[in-house]
């Protein structure tokens, strides 16, 4: 079986080289021209922006042509394709796969909506992908991926609503009044796969420390993996990772930096955890010696 996923996963290079993971390109559209956003750093990606204001630039998801080529690929050799992707409720990628895959061979190309992104995807196709190594079968697989999705938290805060606006993404007058206020919203991906707000916070201090509240609330004494991750500002990562430290029973903990595709649209001011209950992940994960 061979695993694929889009960039949005925020998966580090080593792993998707060590597990085998196959990663389709989510782009980013620049005045100068399309990029692969795998092929940028994330602070290439923030100076690019700051460079560009007021403009911002616009990302796309991988088309159904291109993610059916690379469907065909892995099935001419014998591979059960499982393609494993940023949630439906924010991206058109899910239904891109969906359409390549019928048009290559529904039979041997199954597709997976983990209805959240970033770190929480990165749950899910890390599962996949060491339990399909371990020679688990598709529907065991399923199985563990819909408890995964189930139990895992992804919250974030944004130290401005600047760069959702440039988007497109939030009003305009919106924006202004949170600049005015000085607030930083708590955002989390609910279960249908969308953002809701959690609250505003008019500090970085209380916004982590509401974030911390937040999630010690859910997961109580329950042993937990925390994936901190941020944009650019790796202080105040540090410090939410000691804030959960704190208040979570932390079994595995780590500091990531967030896709630039999801960067273009927040700015370099986002700091936020993906947490799961460990007793849902595999044993054996990449790195671990």
Excluded at 2 to 14: E, F, L, R, S, Y
Excluded at 260 to 278: D, F, K, R
């Amino acid at each position: 079986m061979k695993i694929v996923t889009d960039c949005a996963a925020d998966m580090p290079p080593g792993e998707l080289e060590e597990l085998g993971i196959v990663q389709a390109p989510l782009y980013i559209h620049f005045p100068e021209g399309e990029v692969n956003s795998a092929d940028l750093g994330a602070d290439e990606v923030y100076d690019r922006l700051e460079a560009m204001q007021p403009e911002i630039p616009t990302t796309s998801q991988p088309s159904s042509g291109l993610l059916a080529t690379l469907y065909r690929r892995l099935v001419a050799v014998g591979e059960h394709v499982f393609s494993i992707h940023i949630s439906s409720g924010l991206s058109g990628t899910f239904r891109s796969a969906q359409v390549a895959a019928a048009e290559t061979a529904p039979e041997k190309v199954t597709v997976w909506d983990t209805l959240t992104l970033s770190g929480g995807e990165r749950f899910q196709v890390l599962a996949a992908a060491l339990a399909a190594r371990a020679g688990a079968t598709l529907q065991a697989i399923q199985e563990r991926l819909a408890c995964i999705r189930r139990e895992t938290e992804v919250v974030y805060m944004l130290e401005t609503l600047e760069y959702l606006a440039r988007g497109g993404r939030i009003g305009r007058v919106k924006a202004l009044a949170g600049a005015l206020l000085h607030l930083k919203p708590i955002i989390r991906v609910d279960s249908d796969g969308k953002y809701s707000t959690v609250a505003s916070a008019r500090t970085l201090s209380r916004a982590l420390e509401t974030i911390a509240t937040h999630l010690s609330e859910k997961f109580g004494q329950i042993p937990v993996w925390v994936t901190v991750l941020h944009g650019r500002i790796a202080d105040q990562a540090e410090a939410l990772a000691r804030l959960l430290g704190e208040r979570l029973t932390i079994a595995r903990l780590e500091i990531l930096r967030i896709s630039p595709v999801l960067g273009v649209h927040t700015g370099p001011g986002i700091v936020g955890a993906a947490v799961v209950p460990m007793e849902l992940m595999p044993i054996s994960i990449p790195g671990d010696r």
